[in-house]
Every structure is written in C-alpha cells, then in structure tokens.
C-alpha cells in the first residue's frame, strides 16, 4: 500500500509597513520614485551616521501584535544579522532576534474542515534590502536603495498548517488584520506583503517533522497554492526514492511551476547576530502599551457582526463587504450619507465588483467619492435618472469620479417626465408597428415587450419604462 | 595560550568576512583570535549569576524620531561615495541570477 503523507508548513510573512519614512532615518518611503532619489547616509549605510527609531513602526508592529493575540515584550531590543550582499549597504540588516516585540500569539481561520487557530511564533521588527536590477548592456548589476530601510515586520507562524487552503485561509484573515489596523496596503504584486513558505512532509502519525525547504519568490494567493503542490510533490518523490530532502532556500518559478535551489547569500546561514550598540532599548510602558489597546480599529469580525445587527442586508453581501477595509469604509461613508444601505450594498456587490474584475484591480484601488454614488442613488430613487441610465453615469464615476448631477444635466440624461411628450411618442410607435398592436390585442402579452422596446428606444432611454408600460396598456386598452 | 583556532576555523571566519589572508596573516589572525578568546575566558571566572544580562552599555531608552520627512533628494550626494555609477544607481559587479 502506498505511504500516506502530511505536509507541514510554517510561514514568514513580511509586511512593508504604511509609514511616510523609513525606520530609521528621515527617508521618505513612497513607491516608485527615480533610484536613490529617496536615500541619505544613514540608509546607504555610511560609516558614522547614526539610526533613530521611527516611533510610528513600534506603534504598528505593537497594534498587529494586539490584534493577533501575542503578548508584547515590553523590553526589546535590536540586532545586527550579518552578510554581505549588495542590497545591503551596510553589510548587516537590523533587525531583532533576541527580544522580538511579540510573540506567542495566534488567529483562527475556518476552511472547508472547519475552524483551527495557527499559531504566531514571533513577530519583529526590522528594515528592508534595496533593489537590484541586473543591466544587460553591461553585464553588471544596479543597485536601487530607495527601498532600503523601509519599515518591515516579519510574521513568523509556528508550522501549524497542513495545506494551501489552510496558508491561504491564514494569509488572507492575516492581510484583512494588518490592513484594517491601517499598518500596511498588503499588496502581495507589489511587493508590500511576502510570504515565505517553509515546507516538509512525513508520513501521516509520524511524531518528528522531516527535513524543510524555505520557499521565496511567491507573489500571488495563486502562485503560494501551486509552490505548496509542487513542493509537497516533489519532497514525497524524494522520499519515495529513498532520498534525503536537502534543507535549502528554494525560488519558485511560478511559469515552469518549479522551484531551484538558490545560490546567492542565502547560503552563509551563519548570520553572527550580535546586538546593535547603535540602537537603544526600546521600552513599553503599561500606559503607552494601554493607549495603543484603546486606539485599536473595528477589526473586520466585529465589523461583521456589527453590520448583520445594523444593516438589512444579506449576510453574504456583508462578508464581501467587510472582506476588504476599502470596500467597508466606502460602503459606510456613502450609506451615512444617503441612508440606504440596500441601494449602497447594491452598487457596490453589482457593478462596482464587476467593473473591478474587469479590470483586474483589487477593491483597495477604488478611488471615487462616497458623495457621488450616494448622489447618484438619490437621482436614481426620485426618478431623475431610470436604471439604465445610472449604470452608464456609475461607469463615469468608478473610473473618473464625475459629479454624477452634472454629468446628467450636461448630457442630458434626465428621465422625460412630461406626460405630453412622452404620449406623442407612444402614440407614434402604436402608429408604427401596426402588426404588434394586432398580436397584442390578439392576446399576445409578449407584443407588448417589444412596443415598450421601441417607446425607450425613441426616448433614448430617459423613460420610465414602468410608466411606458403603463401607458401603452391605457392607450391599447 | 592554547594553540585552539584550528586551520578551519580560521578558513570559515575569513570566508564570512570576505577575507583573503596570507600564510603569514592566517598565523597572526589565529593568534590574535585566540588571545581574544582567553581574554573571554578570564571574564567568564567572574560570578554573573544573579546579574541581569545587559541590552546597552548606556543607560538610555525609547530614543525616537516622529514619522515625519525630513530628507530629500541626496542621490547626487550619496552617489559621490559609489566606486562606480550608472542610471542613477551604484553599479556593482553581477550578482543578480
């Protein structure tokens, strides 16, 4: 009988924190500025200059602690993990081994075998590498530090999943976590949250963990999904063949669906951590610690919950909305205004998400005001604009944010309410089409369809087409 | 003093430092080392239990700067420090796979 195996994975998750400088120097973080246009002495590491703590790093990394149920130390410290490698100017990263800020914490996930908390290890703070970029022309490499020194935690999770769908059910409440405390935009293409996967197998009931892998380079919920199928795959054939799995650093290669290992300075693993003499304790007091607990957001289950008390609307629509921070805060902000929670779910559940598939944007890119969709629901609800017409208007505001008041009075999108005009019309298409009004008469309702077809056609749309349908029944009568 | 680097050690120490030595600078640096190591363990005769490890050699805590922007565009000036520039950027010997 064939052996049965279990795979266990650990993550390491890296967060860019939502800073506006760097953790240590007064270095603007902002994305996609021209190389080294964002870098001063202290993040290109020159001898003599001196790191200073961004406050606002400890506040986040304290407030995704909270929020994952690990305890705070309230004595910590940063160290110096050594190597060399030219994204790293100073030839250590600072970062923190001894005393992480948290630790021992946890969150729950539910997947289709039902509801298991994974645990946290450790989370730390530390700073992030530069960018290379390798120049063909000359064979040679780049260096961009723009992006060294940017504000990073490291989530590490204790090895307590067993498949993609429990990484990616704990990816997923974990990015919802960090993004709801505002502490990072998470976006996993753009770099801003990684995941690393740390992956071995053995035979089911087998008390020792086998031989890991670590696994880089997974930049999509998708790739991390296919990289744990290959992995696993490839470690069990290991085995089968009565071969050692060789614990190395691995790079996924998401369009071979393969991983290599990789040679490059993951190799010295021998980091010679010490403690960094530039950086002084860090020490939470209860008070400061207490005041961070108090400004801790809704996060989403309470929103959640919150939402099937306070709305009438379905629990489905609520765990869509309340399943990105975006989506929620444009869903309150426009319902405060119009009142309409329904209409406003509605929208958004319609075509907003459909336009933003379309597209292949994520909802945190959503850019219009709440006060246009919430003006657009009202020219909607007191019959300024019929349905037809408000979806077109709701294009021009999802993509170009229009004043949607305007944009229909300069367009001229209003509904003809004008009895008189709209009997002349009707009167004319009955006028017309004298082989529909015959079948109609003759019993057949479906003539009727096409009569109010060819009454909004006419109209260009700015009927009511329930006040059409109306009409055309008194005057067929 | 003990003769306790060993050949290897000193490969792998200089391998990590990135570090190219001489017979006769290998010699030294395992002397040296080793020095090093007995001035540890004269340290180590001292009685530390009941002393709480130290973190810092100052007594200072919490020193922090506010999130605020205060740098802007050095590049011209930090670039002066690279041994060789292109695009705007340090220009360094392959390494990218």
Redesign the interface.
């Known amino acids: 009988m064939a052996r049965q195996y279990e795979t266990v994975i650990g993550l390491e998750v890296h967060v860019e924190l939502a ?3 760097k953790i240590f ?4 973080t902002a994305f996609g500025g ?8 202290v993040c ?1 590491g ?1 001898p003599g200059s001196l790191p ?5 790093v ?1 506040e986040y990394a304290m407030a995704v602690g909270l929020a994952t149920g690990c305890q705070i130390n309230q ?1 910590c ?1 940063f160290d110096r993990k ?1 190597y ?3 994204d790293n100017p100073q030839n250590y990263q600072i970062s923190q081994l001894y ?1 992480p800020i948290c630790h021992d914490g946890g969150i729950e996930i539910e997947t289709a075998s039902g509801r298991k908390v994974i645990g946290i290890h450790e989370i730390h703070m530390e700073e992030d590498a530069g960018k ?4 063909e022309w ?8 723009n992006r060294s020194g940017v504000p990073l935690i490291e989530i590490v999770s204790e090895p307590d999943m067993r498949s993609a769908e429990e990484v990616i059910a704990y990816l997923d409440k974990l990015r919802l976590i960090v993004q709801y405390l505002g502490a990072s935009d998470c976006k996993l293409q753009e770099g801003s949250m990684r995941a690393d996967v740390n992956l071995s197998v053995r035979e089911v009931g087998a008390k020792e963990f086998g031989t890991r892998t670590e696994m880089k380079n997974l930049n999509s919920f998708k790739a991390i999904a296919r990289a744990i199928d290959g992995e696993r795959a490839r470690q069990i054939e290991l085995l089968e063949e009565g071969k050692p799995v060789i614990q190395e650093t691995r790079r996924w290669d998401d369009n071979k669906e393969y991983s290599y290992p ?3 300075k993951e190799d ?1 693993h ?1 980091y ?1 951590y010490f ?1 960094d ?1 530039d ?5 939470i007091s209860d008070e400061w610690l207490q005041a961070v607990r108090d400004r801790q957001p809704e996060l989403r289950t309470e929103k959640l919950a919150r939402y099937k008390k306070e709305f009438d609307i379905p629990e489905y629509d609520a765990e869509i909305l309340t399943g990105s921070k975006r989506l929620a805060d444009v869903f309150e902000e426009t319902t405060a205004l119009c009142g309409k929670p329904k209409k406003v779910s509605n929208w958004l559940m319609g075509e907003t998400l459909r336009l933003l598939k379309e597209e292949g944007m994520e909802p945190e890119e959503l850019t219009f005001a709440p006060e246009h969709l919430a003006k657009l629901i009202e020219l909607t609800d007191a019959g300024t604009i019929n349905q037809t017409v408000a979806k077109e208007v709701f294009e021009k505001i999802f993509y170009e944010d229009v004043e949607p008041e305007r944009y229909v009075e300069e367009h001229g999108l209003k509904m003809v309410s004008d009895d008189g005009v709209l009997r002349t019309v009707v009167e004319g298409v009955i006028a017309a089409n004298p082989q529909s009004v015959s079948d109609y008469r003759g019993g057949k309702e479906k003539a009727l369809g096409f009569l109010v077809g060819q009454t909004m056609k006419q109209m260009k749309g700015r009927a009511n087409p329930g006040a059409v349908n109306q009409l055309l029944r008194e005057l067929l009568g | 003093m003990a003769n306790r680097i060993s050949d290897e050690t000193i490969e792998y120490v200089g ?2 430092a ?1 570090l190219e030595l001489s017979e006769e600078e290998r010699e030294q640096a395992k002397q040296d080392i080793g020095r090093m190591l007995d001035y540890v363990d004269k340290l180590n005769e001292l009685d530390t239990s009941g002393v709480e490890p130290l ?4 007594p ?12 802007g ?3 011209a000036r ?2 002066q ?1 690279a041994p060789k520039v ?12």
């Not at chain 1, 120097?25 to 603007?28: I, K, N």
């Not at chain 1, 021209?34 to 870098?39: D, F, K, Q, R, S």
């Not at chain 2, 200072?60 to 740098?71: A, G, K």
């Not at chain 2, 292109?86 to 796979?97: I, L, Y």
Request: with cysteine.
């Open positions: 800073t506006k400088t120097c007064g270095c603007s021209a190389p080294n246009t964002h870098t001063c002495p290109t020159m200073v703590l961004n406050k606002q400890v004595y410290k050594n060399f490698y030219p005393l290379l970029i390798h120049d000359d064979d040679c490499t780049l260096v961009d530090y990789m040679r490059s010295a021998d010679r403690p003499p950086l002084v304790p860090v020490v | 391998i990590l990135k973190s810092h050699v100052f200072v805590h919490n020193v922090f700067r506010e999130d605020v922007v205060t740098n565009d050095d590049r930090m670039l420090n292109k695009d705007g950027s340090w220009q360094v010997p392959k390494t990218v796979e």
